[in-house]
């Protein structure tokens, strides 16, 4: 089984738009980050929330965390073409060693100008 | 400064040849990692360095995969003999303690 599972696996907006990506989990996690990954290019960590926080901002992101239900949502606000990119929830589990992550297959966001 | 650095950025052999395939990590950085996504899968992970030791090797698919950290500075990961299975890209990141990862490029690795 997968942890780290996210939906939709691809999003198309214009740009002005919000976007909402979803990502579910199955174990216990310490910490859910988010990170973009532009085409050819490496994975860029854009943010952090621990475990016994539910909601965290930066800038034009907002996440947030349920651990009852084991998910998490990124959300975009007022999109932009260059958030065009793919987009992946990346799970701490309890117990294992920092920077050893699980992640998920990736959102693929397409914002048109 | 300087972002984790990964050569090559391509590589194409032939199944039963040998790849080597490096990562410079960001100057200062103790902890570096490997990391995989073969096509149509989640990036998965490899194994762990602190320094020149290996942390956590977990995630490393069979012995025919090796991975080196000469002084702690930067490191190798080797695939001997390569099978077709290998081909994908392998993604090395480095970080400071608890710190968020720094990812490199990745290598794109095809074995035919």
């Known amino acids: 089984s997968q942890q780290g599972e996210e939906d939709p696996q691809a999003l198309s907006i214009q740009e002005g738009e919000n976007a909402t990506m979803n990502c579910s989990y199955k174990t216990s996690i310490n910490n859910l980050q988010w990170y973009r990954q532009n085409s050819g290019r490496g994975l860029v960590h854009l943010i952090l929330?621990?475990?016994?926080?539910r909601e965290k901002h930066s800038g034009r992101l907002r996440v947030t965390l349920d651990t009852s239900k084991k998910s998490s949502s990124l959300l975009i606000t007022a999109s932009r073409a260059a958030d065009t990119a793919s987009y992946f929830c990346?799970?701490?589990?309890?117990?294992?060693?920092?920077?050893?992550?699980?992640f998920g297959q990736g959102t693929i966001l397409t914002v048109h100008p | 400064e300087a972002g984790v650095t990964q050569f090559p950025s391509h590589s194409v052999i032939e199944k039963g040849q040998t790849v080597t395939l490096r990562c410079d990590p960001i100057?200062?950085?103790?902890?570096l990692y490997w990391y995989r996504r073969v096509m149509g899968k989640e990036i998965k992970f490899l194994l762990h360095f602190v320094k020149e030791s290996k942390q956590d090797e977990s995630g490393m698919p069979n012995n025919r995969f090796l991975a080196e950290r000469t002084g702690g500075t930067y490191s190798t990961l080797k695939v001997q003999p390569a099978e077709l299975e290998d081909s994908g890209v392998y993604f090395c990141?480095?970080?400071?303690?608890?710190?968020?990862?720094?990812f490199g490029n990745g290598t794109r690795l095809t074995v035919t």
């Open positions: 100057s200062g950085h103790d902890n």
């Open positions: 990141a480095s970080s400071q303690v608890r710190s968020p990862l720094h």
């Open positions: 929330i621990r475990s016994n926080e």
């Open positions: 990346a799970t701490l589990q309890e117990g294992t060693s920092y920077g050893k992550l699980t």
